[in-house]
């Protein structure tokens, strides 16, 4: 979890870390970072700080990954400060393969050969990661939670059970999936906040890290698929990218944000690496062209929304679809019942073609999302067109089109999630201000206030236009 240079010393090495390790105050400062070196076979830091939400990752990561697992690592508090003390220090390895190699390492092997290794021309041109700024990064990411936190007291219920109980939700509500408390978040947000938690303690997104981190703690209502990359990987020992099942199901695309800010303009690798790491990041647990293609295309969505540019719903579902295709080539539309459109000849003509049918019809979100025409269960082929169509219908209204997504839809914390990253990315967060202070900010069961926390310090991160330390051997 520490990116350091390294500079040889007297005592044997001298290590700084990234930014990636914030001191208290969530503030970039030169004379501030976290400094550990290498002592009489001893890791010492007299500035072994960082935020609480940080720092219990950040150990654990250091003892997996910067000792050989051979080694004995130990953490001493001291003071203000932490002793990590190994056992054998000249086996120490600070070398990590950038995303664009390690899939096309993984490529190569024959372990990921369903999507293409490098970034295809149409994704790099369709992305701006300019967009991706302070207001964009807040955005996404509130805008995410708080319709992940509307919808999840309520998921998998009917529209009409959910308006006959609730009425038309518009604020924070408990039962029995939140234990009484209101604005408490799912999955949906805890995986998202996850990344960036491994952002912003190494500087990038290490799939190692992000696999270990994902395994750590509770995830709130997961899916089988989750599940069972959990079961491959802590309970079977298999590696991070032999965990993963072929699926259609949506939990890898709705946690894909943070991965923008990761590459926001002037940070780690751009577009080529942003690229690299959606499709390692979706495929930890969702194999296959389908999810893959789907969050790579999503994400373009994303950058071009925070552009502010003029918004074309035929544009927008052209560009969707080429990506898709040169993502994940022509993939079959495998939906199991008439649908009221034409299904074309794969999922991209599937997904343009709902939208399509859905806007020009004028069909309203319960329509929509309704059983008999296109659904909103966690299928991919569900909630994509469902939360794209949401999108363009309320382009304009980026609160509204939470709203809807949660009232109206099956799989709505998710479905609402997706929107409110999308709309925040557009709007950034005050669309969502009044909602915002009535979040729990909670990812863990026991922390309070991490959601503002990290989100604070994510907009620096940008802002600072951070880069991570030379990664060396």
Known sequence: AIAADVDGTRS????????????????????????????????CGDEFRSHPELLEFTLAAARRRIVARADDLSVHARDNGYLVSVSRYEKYSWGQPRSEELLGELVERGIM????????????????????????????????????????????????????????????????????????????TQMSFDTLIVLLANGFVDMEDLASIFSSHRIFGIGGTVKNFLRNYKDEGAPWYRSGA????????????????????????????????????????????????????????????????????????????????????RIGADVHREVPFDEGNDAADYIANAVT???????????????????????????????????????????????????????????????????????????????????????REDDVGTIGRLTAMAAEFVRAGARPAPRRA
């Open 357 to 443: 049918w859905g806007l020009e019809r004028g069909a309203s979100v319960e329509e929509f999302a309704s059983p008999g025409a296109v659904g909103s269960s966690g299928y991919l082929l569900e909630t994509v067109p469902t939360a794209l169509f949401i999108i363009l219908k309320h382009i304009d209204e980026p609160l509204r089109a939470v709203l809807e997504a949660v009232n109206k839809t099956y799989d709505n914390d998710t479905v609402a999630s997706l929107v409110g990253a999308a709309m925040g990315a557009r709007y950034g967060v005050r669309p969502f201000a009044e909602l915002a202070d009535g979040l729990c900010g909670c990812i």
């Open 12 to 43: 044997g090495a001298a290590f700084r870390c990234s930014r990636g390790l914030y001191p208290w105050n969530g503030r970039w400062s030169e004379d501030t970072y976290c400094r550990i070196w290498l002592v009489d076979g001893q890791l």
């Open 113 to 188: 050969d369903d999507v293409p290794p490098t970034v295809p021309a149409t994704v790099e041109r369709s992305m701006d990661l300019d967009a991706i700024d302070e207001r964009a990064t807040e955005g996404m990411l509130i805008g995410g939670a708080v319709g992940d936190a509307l919808g999840y007291p309520v998921e998998s219920m009917s529209h009409e059970e959910r308006s006959r109980r609730y009425g038309y939700i518009r604020k924070f509500v408990a039962n029995r999936r939140t234990r009484g408390a209101v604005g408490v978040v799912s999955d949906d």
């Open 246 to 329: 072929e699926s259609g199901g949506n939990g890898a695309l709705m946690r894909i944000h943070p991965l923008l800010i990761a590459h926001a303009s002037g940070i780690n690798d751009g577009v080529r690496g942003l690229y690299a790491d959606l499709v390692l990041d979706t495929a930890m647990t969702h194999r296959g062209a389908l999810a893959i293609s789907l969050s790579v295309a999503f994400a373009s969505l994303l950058a071009r929304l925070a552009s502010d540019g003029k918004v074309d719903p035929q544009e927008e579902l052209s560009t969707f679809g080429e990506i898709v295709r040169a993502v994940g080539g």
